[in-house]
C-alpha cells in the first residue's frame, strides 16, 4: 500500500489551481511600477479614424458583486473596419486596436477608443460594428471570450453571429449609449454567471 503524504491526493492526481491575481504587476501597470505598460486603457492615436468613445462597465459574478483585480482585454478594427498593420503606408500605421484594463475594487473597467466600423464576416456577408473582448479573473483556468456591441447600430439585425445567439440573450452583448454631450460612452456589465449572464464563444 502506498503511504499518502499529507496534502496529497491517494491517486496522486494534484487538484488544479489559478495562478494570480498578477494582473496589476505584469500586465497592467499603469505607472505603478517601474515596467511600461505592454497595453493600456487609451486606445486612440492621432491616425486612428472614427469617432472617439468610452466603454464602461462592471465586471460581476453570479450573486451581481463585483470582480476586483480582473482584466478585461479588447481588440477592435477601427472606424474604416480596418484591423491594425504593421504597413507604414497605411493612414491607421499607429492605431494599436488593441488595449488591456484591468478592474477597480467595484469591478470598474473603462476604454477609451474610437468606434469601430464593421467587418468582413463569414459566408461573404458583413458583420456589425463590435468590440472583441477577453475576461481573466481569478478562479479561470482559461480566458473568457465576448463581444461588445452598440445598442444604435442597424447592422445589428443582420450580424451573422449575433445571429447565433438566443434573442432573449442577446442584450448581454449590447452596450448602451448614455445620454450627455461630448465623446459617446456607451456601457455594458459583463457577468460571469447566475441571471443575465453575458453569453461566452469559444475561441
Request: aromatic residues 8%; negative net charge.
Amino acid at each position: 500500500m502506498t503511504e499518502v503524504k499529507p496534502g496529497e491526493r491517494p491517486d496522486g492526481i494534484t487538484p488544479s489551481q489559478t495562478v494570480g491575481p498578477f494582473f496589476a504587476y505584469a500586465l497592467t501597470p499603469t505607472g505603478r511600477y517601474a515596467i511600461a505598460d505592454l497595453a493600456g486603457d487609451d486606445l486612440v492615436t492621432d491616425d486612428a479614424a472614427g469617432t472617439r468613445i468610452r466603454i464602461v462597465g462592471r465586471l460581476l459574478d453570479g450573486d451581481g458583486l463585483p470582480v476586483s483585480d480582473a482584466m478585461i482585454e479588447i481588440w477592435q478594427a477601427d472606424g474604416e473596419g480596418r484591423y491594425p498593420g504593421h504597413d507604414p503606408a497605411l493612414s491607421n500605421a499607429r492605431f494599436k486596436g488593441f488595449g488591456r484594463c484591468e478592474t477597480g475594487r467595484d469591478g470598474a473597467f473603462s476604454f477609451r477608443t474610437v468606434k469601430p466600423a464593421g467587418v468582413p464576416g463569414p459566408n461573404g456577408g458583413d458583420q456589425a460594428p463590435h468590440v472583441n473582448a477577453g475576461v481573466f479573473a481569478r478562479g479561470l483556468l482559461r480566458r473568457l471570450f465576448t463581444r461588445i456591441y452598440f445598442e444604435d447600430e442597424a447592422a445589428n439585425a443582420d450580424d451573422p453571429i449575433l445571429a447565433l445567439v438566443p434573442a432573449e440573450r442577446r442584450a448581454t452583448l449590447i452596450a448602451r449609449r448614455e445620454p450627455g454631450s461630448g465623446e459617446p460612452v456607451y456601457r455594458l456589465e459583463i457577468r460571469l454567471q447566475g441571471e443575465d449572464e453575458t453569453v461566452f464563444f469559444e475561441a
